[in-house]
Nanobody, 129 residues
Framework: QVQLVESGGGLVQAGGSLRLSCAVS????????MGWFRQAPEKEREFVAA????????VYADSVKGRFTISRDNAKNTMYLQMISLKPEDTAVYYC??????????????????????WGQGTQVTVSS
């Protein structure tokens, strides 16, 4: 059974930083690209960032480029999202997700939620002004 468990969310002031983690079990972690999404209250879920199984290829939403860094440690079966210079508009529940296809990179655009077959339960990030 594949499981994804996020952690690291919390309350932080604007300009602060947080690091989210996503621990994965039940599949060969390094074989799958992974992504982060977020959903703010009364808004649709949106793509944040994604990276390949090796971690060498990365892509970011324009809204977080330069402030967020996605990474992974395949020895620990864990993916990370380092967030700096946080803004109130970054407030959301953050979800990690695993690409449904094993391979070097995505079959479809990484921002397409249908590309992912397993999701974590989410972790709340709240940025106060």
């Amino acid at each position: 059974q594949v499981q994804l468990v996020e952690s690291g969310g919390g309350l932080v002031q604007a300009g602060g930083s947080l690091r989210l983690s996503c621990a994965v079990s039940g599949r060969t972690f390094s074989s799958y690209a992974m992504g982060w999404f977020r959903q703010a209250p009364e808004k649709e879920r949106e793509f944040v960032a994604a990276l390949s199984g090796s971690g060498r290829n990365q892509v970011y939403a324009d809204s977080v480029k330069g402030r967020f860094t996605i990474s992974r440690d395949n020895a620990k079966n864990t993916m990370y999202l380092q967030m700096i210079s946080l803004k109130p508009e970054d407030t959301a529940v953050y979800y990690c997700a695993s690409d449904r296809y094993a391979g070097a990179w995505y079959t479809n655009p990484p921002g397409d939620a249908q590309e992912y077959d397993y999701w974590g339960q989410g972790t709340q990030v709240t940025v106060s002004s």
